[in-house]
């Protein structure tokens, strides 16, 4: 179920939307659905493969194109190169949506430097060089989004997975002193915080030794709302962010995450 059934076919359209990590998961799906809505789409990660793929997906599933281009978001130059592509093919951007990110389990005491630094570089360097290499346009057009994919409470940690912890916090941060620095000249920025959304990229990463199947259920169980999310969840809650409807809302940290944050036990309330 594609969540732009529940919004009017042209919602987006005059967007030129820029999806980081738009080839798989959560990104895949914001991609397809800003797609589906009318916007001008760019999908941009490493993998040129992953991203051709993901456009013929998105073709398929929604009638319209959109355009990709491989981009590391540590690379600055990467970047410059993805706003030349976006402006030349679309006009400038007016939508970014910082999805791309790593994760991997990894006890603190055993966190290599190199380790922390492929999360950091990845998840805050990468939000920051893509929104810095993009909003100067918005400002100057006086009118843009940034949305960056965060975690809900993250000042509270994440434990084993302390570097991805930090690096959301951080991106929580920016998200608040840029929607305050930029609010004024038309530039809103807002997080989303997913609760346990079974990507591949997850449990490629994030589960370590454990079978995915049994801890997916498992992590079910905790969550208020007893299901996991989707990738559909997700974008249902970008498009609204990034659609006129969002108009008066900047600076927050949107959880959807079914109650996952709550902590409620399992049998609370049932
Ligand atoms: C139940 C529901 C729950 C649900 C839970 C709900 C909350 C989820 C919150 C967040 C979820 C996500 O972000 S999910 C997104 C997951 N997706 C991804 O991670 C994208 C793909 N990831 C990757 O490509 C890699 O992991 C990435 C880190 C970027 C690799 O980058 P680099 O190529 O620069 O890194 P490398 O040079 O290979 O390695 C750098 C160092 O990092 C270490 N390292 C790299 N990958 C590693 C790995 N998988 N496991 C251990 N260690 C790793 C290496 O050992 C190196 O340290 P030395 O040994 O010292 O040299
Ligand atoms: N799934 C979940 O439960 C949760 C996810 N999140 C967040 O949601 C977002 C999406 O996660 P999810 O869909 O699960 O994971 P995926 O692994 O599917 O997505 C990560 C994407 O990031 C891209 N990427 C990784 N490194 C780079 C890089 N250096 N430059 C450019 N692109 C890169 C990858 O593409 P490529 O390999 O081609 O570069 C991939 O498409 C992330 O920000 C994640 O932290 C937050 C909370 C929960």
Redesign the pocket.
């Known amino acids: 179920m594609d969540g732009h059934r529940y919004f009017a076919p042209d919602l987006l359209a005059g967007e030129v939307a820029v999806v980081?990590?738009?080839?798989?998961?959560?990104?895949?799906a914001i991609a397809r659905d800003f797609v589906a809505l009318g916007a001008d789409v760019v999908i941009?990660?490493?993998?040129a493969e992953?991203?051709a793929d993901a456009e013929g997906r998105i073709a398929a599933r929604t009638g319209r194109t959109c355009a990709s281009l491989?981009?590391?978001?540590?690379q600055e130059a990467?970047v410059d190169r993805l706003r030349e592509f976006v402006t030349a093919r679309y006009g400038p951007a007016t939508t970014v949506v910082?999805?791309?990110?790593?994760?991997f389990f990894m006890p603190a005491e055993r966190m290599t430097r190199r380790a922390f630094d492929a999360v950091l570089?990845?998840?805050l360097a990468?939000t920051f060089n893509v929104t810095r290499g993009l909003v100067p346009a918005m400002l100057e057009a006086g009118r843009g989004l940034v949305l960056n994919?965060?975690?809900?409470e993250p000042d509270r940690g994440f434990p084993g997975f302390s570097h991805?912890g930090a690096a959301?916090a951080a991106i929580v941060s920016l998200t608040s002193s840029w929607a305050y620095e930029w609010g004024g000249r038309g530039v809103r920025v807002n997080g989303i915080?997913?609760?346990?959304?079974?990507?591949?990229?997850?449990a490629?990463?994030?589960l370590g030794e454990h079978d995915p199947a049994r801890a997916f259920a498992g992590a079910a169980t905790r969550i208020p709302a007893r299901r996991l999310?989707t990738?559909e969840d997700?974008s249902a809650a970008a498009v609204f962010l990034c659609s006129p409807a969002g108009s008066w809302i900047t600076g927050q940290n949107l959880v959807v995450d079914g109650g996952f944050s709550l902590n409620v036990p399992p049998n609370a309330g049932a």
Do not use: H, Q, Y
């Not at 491989?70 to 540590?74: E, G, I, L, M």
């Not at 994919?149 to 809900?152: D, K, M």
């Open positions: 980081t990590g738009g080839g798989s998961g959560i990104g895949f941009a990660s490493r993998s992953r991203l491989p981009c590391d978001v540590r990467d910082n999805n791309a990110a790593a994760n570089s990845t998840d990468g994919i965060t975690l809900a991805c959301k915080a997913p609760g346990p959304v079974p990507t591949e990229g997850v490629a990463n994030m999310g990738p997700i």
